[in-house]
């Protein structure tokens, strides 16, 4: 063991005997080789401060469960490290909390940005040009509001063929609207 370890194994345990001295010694001690570690997982100063002294406070009401025979350090780095992860939940939950909603975004860009939408009433004269069986298939989707499947059963096809057939119509379609 280091003679630092050492230093503050003993400062531990005269702080649990009452004395004052070596307990705002080993504090100190500890906020000197915690601040660094906190440092490295946080980008604010501020932020630092504040979970160092949660952790400070920490150690303080659990000290009691400090044992003597094990090393300082380790002990009181699994207790920062569990006061950084509580930090770090909260923290990144209130961030969830108020991050915008990307459907309510998609909708409102939808709305606002694109004037022109494109409906199956604007582009009927041209799903009548594609074949029979992709015009049913584009006017049961989007007029009517039926699955594929359910086209599929009515029609007389696999559902796979439908969606086949509605791809081709729909890229026949963007063809057509291209021109």
């Known amino acids: 063991m280091t003679k630092i370890a050492t230093d503050l194994e003993m400062l531990m ?3 649990l005997a009452g004395d004052k001295r070596a307990y705002a010694e080993l504090l100190r001690e500890t906020a000197l080789f915690l601040r660094p570690f906190l440092k490295q997982k946080l980008s604010a ?5 504040d979970l160092l002294q949660e952790i400070l406070l920490s150690i303080h009401k ?3 469960t400090y044992d003597g025979l094990r090393p300082y350090k380790p002990w009181a780095y699994a207790i920062a490290k569990y006061r950084l992860l509580d930090y770090l ?3 990144y939950a209130d961030r969830l ?3 915008i909603d990307m459907s309510e ?3 409102a860009l939808q709305d606002n940005v694109t004037e022109y939408r494109i409906s199956y009433e604007s582009i009927s004269g041209e799903i009548r040009k594609l074949p029979e069986k992709q015009a ?3 006017k049961m989707m989007h007029q009517e509001g039926y699955t594929a499947k ?3 059963e009515r029609i007389g096809m696999t559902e796979n063929a439908v969606k086949v057939a509605a791809h081709r119509a729909y890229k026949a379609l963007k063809h057509q609207l291209e021109e």
């Open 89 to 91: 939940r909260v923290h």
């Open 105 to 107: 975004l998609e909708n």
């Open 97 to 99: 909390r108020s991050a």
């Open 136 to 138: 049913l298939i584009m």
């Open 13 to 15: 345990q005269q702080a």
């Open 45 to 49: 100063e501020n932020e630092v401060d």
């Open 150 to 152: 359910e086209i599929a």
């Open 62 to 64: 659990v000290r009691h």
